[in-house]
């Protein structure tokens, strides 16, 4: 699992940046609805998909970001002091994907919670 979500990373670095872009307008949008009702009319609409955007950017930033300096398996060569700091460092990044499997969940949840209240509304 690891190594796939270090492949995952590292082919889709570049969409770091398109996150970033989508993250920031996607607040920017939210943060003018949030403040500024008297500035345009219907802007509180725009709340529910911004925060949305701004949830699943956070996530593909993360996802693509988090697992790129992920080790490698060690090999039967190396010392037993290497091996146990490289399987401890898997380790932390193996709680890392599983945070980020619930984390992903929860703004699926959240996702669909919010487009059914924003397409009743």
Not at 96 to 115: D, E, K, N, P
């Amino acid at each position: 699992m690891l190594s796939n979500l270090k492949q995952f990373s590292v082919r889709f670095y570049w969409l770091r940046s398109v996150t970033l872009v989508v993250g920031s307008l996607s607040s920017a949008l939210f943060l003018y609805g949030l403040f500024c009702s008297a500035c345009l009319l219907g802007a509180d609409q725009l709340l529910i998909p911004a925060g949305v955007a701004a949830l699943w950017a956070g996530v593909g930033y993360w996802f693509v970001t988090a697992f790129a300096n992920v080790p490698d398996k060690p090999d039967k060569q190396m010392g037993f002091f290497k091996k146990v700091s490289i399987r401890f460092q898997r380790g932390i990044y193996l709680l890392f994907a599983i945070l980020g499997c619930f984390l992903s969940l929860a703004v699926v949840f959240f996702t669909l919670r919010g487009l059914r209240i924003w397409i009743a509304g």
